[in-house]
């Protein structure tokens, strides 16, 4: 298999989640940012890999010259593989590159927040699933639903079968809800509907394409709203690297004459952290933990995975368990790389930074936290409706006023998104996922 290009930017945890993956796997690869595909740098692969986060965020890296280049590899006989966000990035709803003629299902039709273990149904006579069961276990993290008419260019690859043990619908575990019901009891899922705000039935699931392929130009897509890349997870594993031989495999030669990748930008002068950098973020990466175990005591999450919490309805709980998760990696990566001898520390102004942001960020996260939980206990508390004059008030500051990050937390993901890639540009070796 040819080097693939792994989109980095606002990847966040799902970045560092397929690094991961692909370094276990053995797949060869490059980071790219949104400013190498502007430049052109995408022409030297045959595979572009677009793992999850906000597609609005992923836009802004691009760049109106970064969103032509994919479109021009994928017509020139380009793969592209994106998975939930990365998903989301190539579909027709804004914001999004537009690529596929298929929209995001309206949040009032989809279900919103499911989680876990899913049981897919896949085409067995395509080659993605050479030498797999027809049905497959995946995992999948609060995606979208793709809506609009299957094609012959638009084709479903894989239909979601059934729901698995750790499934979840926001913070309700629906084995457990229905194992309830089997033994006599009820699972009100009309009155839960009511009292959430959302949907929650699994069945708006059941049927629903969950991988899609599409052709473009010469060039083909396979979108994906289960993560193949979980960590563990041996099944989307192999119909990872089935997909992307496929895909490899699939992409025009004549088109893409594939001259030597050059070399990753920033390692022929790499910026290596310094001693003082180190206990900067050292104490960042300490003060995120301290946040984790204040919404532990108060019972507002609990580790899901070692690379994801689960939390209590009405929170935000991605956003701090993202910053808890990737500033350990960066203080275990940079903690590898750092220069130790010298005094020369170009990292120190940024990580500074960080450590004023991240002790400001966690100062506000406990009093926002605490009038959540106290808001709750009257009322229902939502993500993004306003609550009371303290708590909207919070939330603007730490997360802006969308569901996609912005605010204080808006501003730390950027900064570390940066210093991470700046890391894995230098460090050749692989590195796991942990709290």
Avoid at 166 to 185: H, I, R, Y
Avoid at 379 to 393: A, I
Wanted: net charge neutral; with cysteine; glycine share 10%.
């Amino acid at each position: 298999m040819t080097p693939l290009a792994l989109f980095w930017d606002q990847s966040l945890v799902w970045g560092l989640v397929f690094w991961e993956t692909l370094q276990k796997l053995a797949i060869p690869f490059t980071l790219l940012t949104g400013k190498d595909i502007a430049e052109g740098r995408l022409a030297h692969y045959r595979v572009l890999v677009v793992p999850g986060g906000w597609a609005s965020h992923k836009m802004k890296a691009l760049g109106k010259q970064g969103r032509e280049e994919i479109d021009r590899f994928i017509l020139r006989g380009g793969s592209y593989l994106g998975f939930c966000g990365g998903a989301g990035l190539a579909l027709s709803s804004p914001p999004s590159l537009s690529l596929v003629p298929l929209e995001r299902m309206p949040l009032s039709e989809r279900l919103p927040s499911a989680s876990g273990g899913v049981l897919v149904q896949g085409d067995s006579d395509h080659p993605a699933w050479r030498g797999l069961p027809e049905q497959l276990p995946l995992s999948i993290w609060w995606p979208s639903q793709f809506s609009g008419a299957l094609t012959a260019s638009v084709r479903p690859l894989a239909t979601y079968a059934a729901t698995g043990e750790d499934f979840m619908v926001a913070d309700l575990p629906v084995s457990d809800l229905t194992l309830a019901a089997e033994e006599g009891g009820s699972t009100p899922w009309d009155a839960l509907e009511a009292a959430y705000g959302i949907n929650l039935k699994p069945e708006r699931l059941l049927g629903h394409p969950a991988i899609i392929e599409a052709t473009r130009g010469r060039g083909r897509l396979i979108l994906s709203y289960p993560h193949m890349e979980t960590p563990e997870d041996r099944w989307g594993h192999a119909l990872l690297r089935n997909v992307l031989t496929y895909l490899d495999d699939k992409a025009s030669d004549a088109l893409l004459p594939l001259p030597a990748p050059p070399p990753a930008p920033g390692n022929a002068s790499p910026s290596l952290p310094g001693r003082g950098s180190m206990e900067s973020l050292m104490r960042a990466r300490d003060a995120a933990d301290d946040l984790i175990r204040f919404g532990e005591r108060h019972l507002l999450w609990t580790w899901r995975r070692p690379w994801l919490l689960h939390w209590k309805r009405g929170i935000r709980g991605l956003e701090y368990g993202t910053l808890a998760v990737t500033l350990k990696a960066l203080v275990e990566m940079g903690g590898r790389i750092a220069n130790e001898a010298g005094a020369f520390d170009p990292w120190r102004e940024e990580a500074d930074r960080i450590e004023r942001n991240i002790l400001e960020f966690c100062r506000l996260a406990r009093r926002l936290l605490i009038e959540e939980k106290l808001a709750g206990l009257t009322g229902t508390v939502s993500k993004l409706g306003s609550v009371n004059k303290v708590v909207d008030g919070l939330r603007q500051q730490l997360f802006g006023g969308s569901m996609s990050h912005g605010g204080l937390s808006g501003e730390l993901f950027n900064a570390i998104d940066t210093l991470l890639l700046q890391v894995l540009r230098f460090l050749p070796g692989n590195i796991r996922m942990k709290h």
